[in-house]
């Protein structure tokens, strides 16, 4: 179980992250108004993923991190600014330990049961609180 300490490091880089997503985010749509391309998801993903990409092998080759640190950075900051760096992760981490068809499976799977599961929650909403037309 997770103590107090690890909690606050914890909510703190996810506020940063956050924080970070917002203003990223909103620099992206201020630039690229007339785009029909989520750009500001996008690029706050794709940095996510360079980032822990950068950290992991920090943290993997040379052990940079206290368990504090990386609490901070990975869980924290980046859980904050975005999951998706840590499926980014996730999945080469599997590639890499030569699970192919492991990895194959959790990218399918996470896209598209997360792609069903946001067409369930909009029809399940609809469905119990029809929009007002």
Known sequence: MLGLKQILIVGFGGALGSILRYKLGGFALHHTQGWDFPISTFSVNVIGCFV???LA????HHDLFSSSIRLL????VLGGFT?????GYESVFLLRRGLLSVA???VMLSVICALGAVVAGIKLIDQFWPPHH
Do not use: D, P, Q
Request: glycine share 10%; aromatic share 22%.
């Open 57 to 60: 092998a920090l943290a993997e």
């Open 52 to 54: 822990i990409g950068l």
């Open 104 to 106: 194959a499976a959790y």
């Open 73 to 76: 950075l990975f869980t924290g």
């Open 83 to 87: 999951t998706f760096s840590a499926f």
